[in-house]
C-alpha cells in the first residue's frame, strides 16, 4: 500500500510544478475572432426576439381581425 500513497504524492508534486493559468490568462488566448463571432452571434439573437415578437403582436392583430370580421359575418346570416 505504500506504492499507491508515494505515487500520488509524486504526481501532486509535479501538478504543482506545471504552470497554472488563471481565468484572466484563458480569456486572453481566446481568438478575437471567436469573440468577434459570438457578439455577433448575441446581437443576432436580440435582433430574432425581437423580430418574434413584433410577428406575433401582427399575428394577435390578424386574429383579432379575422374574430370580428366573422362575427359581423355571423349576425348577417
Do not use: G, W
Not at 35 to 51: H, N, P, Q, T
Not at 55 to 61: F, S
Amino acid at each position: 500500500m505504500l506504492f499507491p500513497v508515494h505515487y500520488f504524492y509524486c504526481l501532486m508534486s509535479k501538478y504543482q510544478e506545471l504552470p497554472h493559468k488563471s481565468d484572466m490568462e484563458l480569456n486572453n488566448t481566446i481568438p478575437d475572432n471567436v469573440l468577434e463571432r459570438l457578439s455577433d452571434a448575441e446581437k443576432l439573437v436580440v435582433e430574432l426576439k425581437e423580430i418574434i415578437q413584433q410577428k406575433d403582436l401582427q399575428l394577435l392583430q390578424q386574429d383579432e381581425v379575422l374574430q370580428e370580421e366573422r362575427k359581423a359575418a355571423d349576425t348577417k346570416n
